[in-house]
Structure formats: structure tokens, C-alpha cells
Nanobody
């Protein structure tokens, strides 16, 4: 059975840093493309950053230069290092694991989310 578990959220002051972690169990991590999303209060969930199983990275424009996504296949873990945080970064951060479970079939799993609050 697959589980996706995020951790590392919390309350931080403007300009501070946090590091989020997402551990995926169930034997799919090395085959998965991983992504971090966030959802602010009253807003839709939005993509923040992705890292493919091959290590290719993508960042949403507002986090470029501030956030870094990385993965450790030995630990089944994907990290999101967040620096220079501002109040617009506040929200629940979700991790998604997505992989090809069969030819032409993509399967994905979400974590439960971790709250990030940036206070001025």
C-alpha cells in the first residue's frame, strides 16, 4: 500500500526558511515524478515545483530562486527547501507522487498536507 507523508511545516517570520519533507512508501518512489503543490485559504491548489524521476526540475515563477526541490531515492524522500519566505507563501503544502502504473495509465497519490504560515 502506498503512503505519502509530508512534514516540516510550521510558523516562520518573513524572510525565514523552512524545509519540507515528503516520504513515499509502497515501492513506487523511484518510478515516480514528484511534485509539491500549495493551497492558500480560499484559493485553488497550485503547482509549486516538480522533480522528475530523472531529476529534471520545474519551478513556478513566484518561487524561482527561493525554493529548491530535491529527491533522495535511497530514502524515498523529496525535499522542498524554502528560503526568503513571504506571506504569499502561506498555505497547506501537498506532495504528489505520480507514476505510470500501466501503459498509458498514470496513477497518483497525494499526501495529507503540511501547513506553512509566514507571518510579518
Amino acid at each position: 500500500q502506498v503512503h505519502v507523508v509530508e512534514s516540516g511545516g510550521g510558523l516562520v517570520l518573513v524572510g525565514g526558511s523552512l524545509r519540507l519533507s515528503c516520504v513515499v512508501s509502497g515501492g513506487i518512489f523511484s518510478r515516480s515524478d514528484m511534485a509539491w503543490y500549495r493551497q492558500a485559504p480560499g484559493a485553488q491548489r497550485e503547482l509549486v515545483a516538480t522533480i522528475s524521476r530523472g531529476g529534471s526540475r520545474f519551478y513556478e515563477d513566484s518561487v524561482k530562486g527561493r525554493f529548491t526541490i530535491s529527491r533522495d531515492n535511497a530514502k524515498n524522500d523529496v525535499l522542498l527547501q524554502m528560503n526568503s519566505l513571504n506571506p504569499e507563501d502561506t498555505g497547506v503544502y501537498y506532495c504528489k507522487a505520480e507514476y505510470s502504473s500501466a501503459p498509458g495509465v498514470r496513477t497518483f497519490y497525494w499526501g495529507q498536507g503540511t501547513q506553512v504560515t509566514v507571518s510579518s
